[in-house]
Structures are given as C-alpha cells and as structure tokens.
C-alpha cells in the first residue's frame, strides 16, 4: 500500500530551465519530479460539474527504460467552472522589496508579473499591496480592481533595499486578508519573494506551524519565487505546502503569463481539499512498486483515512499525475528476495479480483467541508484513459527528472533516449511548452559534457 499527497506545484520545473539555461545543472535536490510532470497539462477525461470535481484516469504501459517493468499511470483532471459565476476574489500581494531583490529577474520582472495578474482579474475582485524590507508596510489598502490605474501606479512605485522583515509582512498580509473577506468569501496571500527571512521568524518548523494556523482561518497562501543565487528554494516549499497554495517560480514573463494568466482559475480557486491518493497493490499481479517523486508529500497508510491529516488542494481546472513504475510477478528485473512470510491476505487475490494489478482511492473533501469523499478506481493491465503519446511524454518527463536527481533505477537510459523519446510524443503544443522541454534536454547533454 502507498499512501501520499497530491502535489500542483510547479516551481522545480521552471527553476530547473533556468539553470538549463544558464547552462548550468540542477543541484539534484532542488529536482522534483512530480512537480516536473505536474508542469504539463494532458487530455484527461473533463468533469461534468463541481458535485465531482475531478475525474480519476489510470493507464498501463511498458516502462521505457526497463522492458520487464510497467508504468501505472495515474491523472486527476478539476472541473473547471466560469470566473464569472464565482464570487469576488480577496488577493494580498505582499512583495519582497529588500536588496536582495533588486536584479532584474526580481522586482522588475515582479512587477511585469503582477500587472499581467491584474490583467486577468474582473472590476469586482478586490487588491491590497504590502511590502517588506527593513519592516513592513501597507502599500495600497483592499481597493477594487476596476481602480486599475490606482493599482497600477502603486505598484511602479516599488524599490529594492534594506533588509528582509518576513514575519512582520507575513502578519500584516494576514491581518489586511481577514478585513478584505465577507461571509461566503475567501481570500489569498500571495507572496512575491526570493524566499528570504532575515528577520523575524526564520526557521522552517516555526514558519509551518505559523502560515498553518492562519491557513485554518479561510486564507491560502502562494508563493512565487524569483531570481538564482540565494533563492530559498526549502523554505517557498513549506510555506506553499503549509499554505494551500501554489509554489510557482517565477524566471521569465512567458512563466508569468503562463501561471498568471493562463492558469490563473486554478490557481486561485480550489475546487477540492486534502486531496490524498492511496494505491493497494494485488501482491499476486505485482512483486514489486515505486512512486516516482512525491518525496516531500509521503503520508502514513493510516491517514488517509484521517480527515483531520492536511494534504493538497486541487485547483479549478488543475491536473495532477503521479506514476509509479510495478514489476510484475514472475519478471526478472525484480530487485527484493522473496517474502518468507505472506502478508495478511495470503499473498492471494480474491477470485473476483484476479485480474487487477491495482486499487486506486482517492479521498477529498469539497471546500468548507470537514468530512472527506472517496473516489476508488480498480486498475487492469488493459487500462488505457489516456493516448499512448500522453503516457510516453509524461514518461519522458519522468525520466529526465530521474536522470538529473541521479536515480540508479535508469540503468542505460540516456538522455539522448529521454529526447527521443519526448520528441516521437510531443503531441499537440499550442504554447510550446514540450517542446521546450525537448530543448532542455539537449542543453543537459551539452551542460553534463
């Protein structure tokens, strides 16, 4: 049995182009791979309404890189309802304004960023602006975005210097997040940093119960990180995961538009809560099974059953795939001795479940509520939810995330495989996104030389 947390960040990605791109590899702890995979959107099965919010797609293929092993594939598509029907959005921006973010992929692209955010929001949501350096401040009280100038002037009046006031923003963005909501309203912090906290609350323990406590009391939390060099990439991890937001980092406008715009639904409205998955493996189909990735969001096997256990949220329109790389019985790329003892079931399925390699459940709960649904999908070797292009590419992503972590699970697989193979699956790519990464493995070629 697996048990983890469903992850739709994206911040591992874009910062590991931005190193690609510098020509420069990643540190291999900075690699996430399911943020890697979780970067592109594939064609799950679309939701009919927000009473199911999200749909539940398996597939089985052949693993690319060990033809005695199988990939399960597993993809959550949200349902994705109307900006217009929903009610008005509260957004804190609390931007980082210290010295450390005065290059120019910090507080000017920062500011390109939040203008093509205010771009997508409606004349009805509501803006506040704190900043923080030396101390914190409020920049623009909650103001209606139909005062778009007004917004806008504030934010071209933002400067880079002094130190970094961290806790103090943080709590002025809290406090101003509760005046701005009303009953039926929720409201968003979203914090615009290189992930510096000199000052103030500066440990990871005491900044995770802090941004939990608040996340409790209706405000989310999100993070967009900007700039290299002393860029805190542990730290906009916890607090996006202890916030119920997105981690995303920020390195170019393309990124931007992409989260700000393009994604901007999902990445201010939750359509699901404490989204868990567990997989129970039939120990008579598979010997052996790994998640790839989802390192940070492992739980207990008994929590999942515990709604009072936090996990991730689905955004509106978000998809999320995990996979998990099963030997089946009888293959010889089986790694682990043979069991002396069966496990509680005898090592045998029931007569009327020979056939499944897997049970997939996934537990959420609708947002507001305190008591979990579950979603369970049984899974065949003849499953197939999504075009074999899909699974090949997502595969791809997956490899090149291992590759760079240094995973021994690749064996020969070479990233002139991995291009190969994520080139042979592109498939359709109206933003370019794939075959941007297609590129990105050619730089890591040339940057591993």
């Not at 510098?22 to 064609?43: T, W």
Request: hydrophobic share 35%; proline share 4%; no cysteine.
């Amino acid at each position: 049995v697996s048990t983890f947390s469903i992850d739709v960040d994206t911040a591992s990605y874009s910062y590991i182009r931005a190193n690609l791109k510098s020509g420069r590899l990643p540190k291999p702890d900075a690699v996430r791979i399911e943020e890697m995979v979780n970067y592109f959107s594939y064609k799950y099965e679309t939701p009919k309404s927000l009473e199911t919010p999200f749909s539940s797609n398996v597939s089985v293929v052949q693993t690319p890189w060990n033809q005695n092993t199988q990939l399960l594939h597993i993809g959550i598509q949200g349902y994705k309802p109307d900006l217009a029907g929903l009610p008005p959005q509260n957004l804190v921006f609390l931007i980082d304004t210290s010295g450390s973010m005065r290059a120019a992929n910090k507080l000017p692209l920062l500011q390109q960023s939040f203008r093509l955010l205010l771009s997508s929001l409606r004349p009805e949501d509501e803006v506040a602006i704190v900043t923080y350096a030396g101390k914190a401040g409020v920049l623009l009280k909650p103001t209606k975005v139909a005062e778009k100038q007004l917004i806008l002037g504030k934010l071209n009046q933002l400067t880079s210097g002094g130190s970094t006031a961290g806790q103090a923003g943080l709590k002025e963005a809290y406090a101003i997040a509760n005046q701005m909501t009303e009953p039926g309203e929720v409201a968003r912090v979203i914090l615009a940093t290189v992930g510096v906290f000199y000052v103030g609350l500066s440990d990871l323990d005491s900044l995770k119960r802090y941004v939990s406590d608040q996340r409790k009391s209706g405000t989310a939390l999100s993070v967009l990180g900007f700039g290299r060099g002393n860029y805190n990439d542990a730290l906009m991890q916890t607090l996006a995961q202890n916030g119920n937001g997105i981690a995303a980092y920020i390195d170019t406008l393309s990124e931007a538009r992409k989260v700000l715009v393009d994604q901007m639904v999902s990445s201010l409205v939750s359509i699901a809560q404490d989204v868990k998955i567990q997989v129970e493996f039939n120990p008579s189909k598979v010997a052996e099974y790994r998640l790839i990735g989802y390192e940070t969001r492992a739980l207990k096997n008994e929590d999942f059953n515990n709604d009072r256990v936090d996990a991730g949220d689905v955004g509106a329109g978000h998809t999320v795939t995990a996979i998990y790389e099963m030997t089946p019985v009888g293959s010889p790329a089986i790694k682990l001795d043979e069991r002396r003892y069966a496990d509680s079931s005898g090592n045998k399925a029931s007569a009327n479940t020979s056939d499944e390699l897997a049970f997939v459940k996934i537990r959420y709960k609708k947002p507001g509520q305190s008591e979990s649904e579950l979603i369970s999908t049984p899974v065949r070797p003849t499953d197939q939810a999504l075009d074999r292009k899909e699974t090949q590419f997502a595969a791809a992503v997956a490899a090149f995330g291992q590759h760079l972590k240094g995973s021994k699970y690749l064996e020969s697989y070479s990233l002139k495989d991995i291009e190969n193979l994520a080139s042979a699956n592109r498939g359709p790519d109206d933003y370019g996104y794939r075959a941007e990464f297609v590129n990105l493995v050619r730089q890591a070629q040339i940057s591993q030389r």
